[in-house]
């Protein structure tokens, strides 16, 4: 079967640096995104990796590992704006994307 | 960046009615949309795609008799929920994508639907 793996929920301090972690088996693989949502709202595009290595995105950059099937999510500067879901999805050999149940990531002053 | 529209943003209905929620890809034509719903505390599930001009797919357990879902045009899909139950309740997030670039997906704001 197919599964996405994340932590339920993370807390951080304001300023401070977070990784999420994603580990994930899936039918093929053509990349992983990671998505903020806020309560109520729909998810947000953040970040797409399809080749290993590191992306930066200014505060935010992700990491892949094919071989691992892992990935993660930095956030750095956090900010209390930052409290949110933060989503990590799939797309597998049908182009469909696979879900993992989502990271609440909570940020204390 | 592309941008997808979804009416209405909530609904709130009687149980036994009927609710139609429309996706719209305002910019770019949308030859794929899906359909997700996603309950409290919880992520998103897949509902069904529908290509334009043709029959929505709908993932196993998924009734598609009480989820009608209408593809009519490159820039419009509906989703009908069909004699709602308080069950029903969730929220329900379209996403759609081109056909030249199957690797990104332009989600609508979703649509809160509660059904009483």
């Known amino acids: 079967g197919q599964n996405i793996d994340q932590p339920t929920e993370m807390t951080a301090t304001e300023g401070a640096i977070v990784q999420i972690n994603c580990t994930y088996q899936?039918?093929?693989?053509?990349?992983l995104f990671w998505y903020q949502q806020h309560a109520g709202e729909a998810p947000t595009f953040l970040s797409y990796n399809v080749l290993d290595g590191l992306e930066e995105k200014g505060r935010f950059s992700s990491f892949l590992s094919r071989s691992k099937g892992y990935s993660y999510l930095l956030l750095k500067e956090l900010q209390m704006k930052d409290s949110a879901s933060y989503l990590c999805a799939v797309m597998d050999s049908n182009y469909q994307l696979i879900w993992g149940a989502g990271t609440k990531l909570i940020i204390k002053p | 960046g592309a941008v997808v529209s979804q009416h209405p943003s909530w609904v709130i209905c009687k149980s036994g009615t009927s609710v139609k929620i429309e996706c719209r890809s305002l910019?770019?034509?949308?030859?794929?949309m899906f359909w997700y719903r996603q309950f409290p505390k919880q992520s998103l599930m897949l509902m069904a795609t529908?290509?334009?001009?043709?029959?929505?797919?709908?993932e196993q357990g998924v009734e598609k008799d009480k989820f009608l879902i209408n593809h009519a045009s490159l820039t419009l899909s509906t989703l009908t929920v069909t004699s709602a139950h308080p069950e029903d309740s969730s929220f329900y997030i379209c996403s759609a994508r081109t056909s030249f670039d199957y690797n990104e997906q332009f989600f609508g704001p979703g649509t809160r639907l509660t059904v009483l």
């Open positions: 910019d770019f034509q949308a030859t794929t």
């Open positions: 529908s290509n334009e001009g043709s029959k929505a797919t709908y």
């Open positions: 899936t039918s093929g693989f053509n990349g």
